[in-house]
């Protein structure tokens, strides 16, 4: 069985920064497209970031080009999301997902995951 923890979010300003990330408990992590979705209030969840399986495909929501990044650490079994430039409507609570060589436009979709995380609160206020 795949877990899926991610780290504790929080409150930062505008602007400010923040990092998360995300502990898989599963053998060869390498093998996992991971991906960050996140859910605001009223909204559905929406595709935020994902890593392909071979660490050479990343795939971005319009929302968060040039301000998100992520990483994965497959010694730690770890994947990291870098929010920078945060703005109040980013707030929202974040979840990890996690799926099996899963690899195209797909992974942009909640449909394409099979394990998730419980989600951590990130608030983007002053």
């Known amino acids: 069985q795949v877990q899926l923890v991610e780290s504790v979010g929080g409150l930062v300003q505008p602007g400010g920064s923040l990092s998360l990330s995300c502990a898989a408990s599963?053998?060869?992590?390498?093998?996992?497209?991971m991906a960050w979705f996140r859910h605001a209030p009223g909204k559905q969840r929406d595709f935020v970031i994902a890593?392909?399986?071979?660490?050479?495909?990343?795939y971005l929501a319009d929302a968060v080009k040039g301000r998100f990044t992520i990483s994965s650490d497959n010694a730690a079994n770890t994947t990291n999301l870098q929010m920078n430039s945060l703005k109040p409507k980013d707030t929202a609570i974040y979840y990890c997902?996690?799926?099996?060589?899963?690899?195209?436009?797909?992974?942009?979709?909640?449909?394409?995951?099979?394990?998730w995380g419980q989600g951590t609160q990130v608030t983007v206020s002053s």
């Open positions: 890593i392909t399986y071979s660490g050479n495909t990343r």
């Open positions: 599963v053998r060869s992590f390498s093998a996992y497209t």
């Open positions: 997902a996690a799926q099996l060589l899963a690899d195209g436009r797909r992974v942009t979709t909640k449909e394409a995951y099979t394990y």
